[in-house]
């Protein structure tokens, strides 16, 4: 059963940057694509970067691209976020999961991966505003 434990959110100024960790057990880490997604108020949880684990690609929606930055350390089973220049539509409780990373037209595609027996952790809130 693989489990996640996100941690690094809080309240920044638009601009401003964090590092989201989320460490991940139950499972191989190196094996198996791992994402982020986040979920703001009221709207649906989304799939913001992945890290593919057949040739260590990074994927990464339109609206974070060049502003985010997904990697991994698959000794400590940790995954983590950097998040640069951040901006209010940021705002949203973050989350790590098993995710299918695609690239389509263009474009790259983030959708979570998680097994029956798997389980969405916490998350960690994030707060970007003035």
Same mark, same amino acid.
């Given at each position: 059963?693989?489990?996640?434990v996100?941690?690094?959110?809080?309240?920044?100024?638009?601009?401003?940057?964090?590092?989201?960790?989320?460490?991940?057990?139950?499972?191989?880490?190196? @094996? =198996?694509?791992?994402?982020?997604?986040?979920?703001?108020?009221?709207?649906?949880?989304?799939?913001?970067?992945?890290?593919?684990?057949?040739?260590l690609?990074?994927?990464?929606v339109d609206?974070?691209?060049?502003?985010?930055?997904?990697s991994?350390?698959?000794?400590?089973?940790?995954?983590?976020?950097?998040?640069?220049?951040?901006?209010?539509?940021?705002?949203a409780? =973050? =989350?790590?999961?098993?995710?299918?990373?695609?690239?389509?037209?263009?474009?790259? =595609? @983030?959708?979570? /991966?998680?097994?029956?027996? /798997?389980?969405?952790?916490?998350?960690?809130?994030?707060? @970007?505003?003035?």
């Amino acid at each position: 059963q693989a489990h996640f434990v996100e941690s690094g959110g809080g309240s920044v100024q638009p601009g401003g940057s964090l590092r989201l960790s989320c460490v991940a057990s139950g499972f191989t880490l190196g @094996v =198996y694509p791992i994402g982020w997604f986040r979920q703001a108020p009221e709207k649906k949880r989304e799939g913001v970067s992945c890290f593919s684990s057949t040739d260590l690609s990074t994927y990464y929606v339109d609206s974070v691209k060049g502003r985010f930055t997904i990697s991994r350390d698959t000794v400590k089973g940790t995954v983590y976020l950097q998040m640069n220049n951040l901006k209010p539509e940021d705002s949203a409780t =973050y =989350y790590c999961a098993k995710a299918e990373c695609k690239h389509l037209y263009f474009k790259d =595609y @983030v959708t979570a /991966d998680l097994q029956a027996s /798997d389980a969405w952790g916490q998350g960690t809130v994030v707060t @970007v505003s003035s």
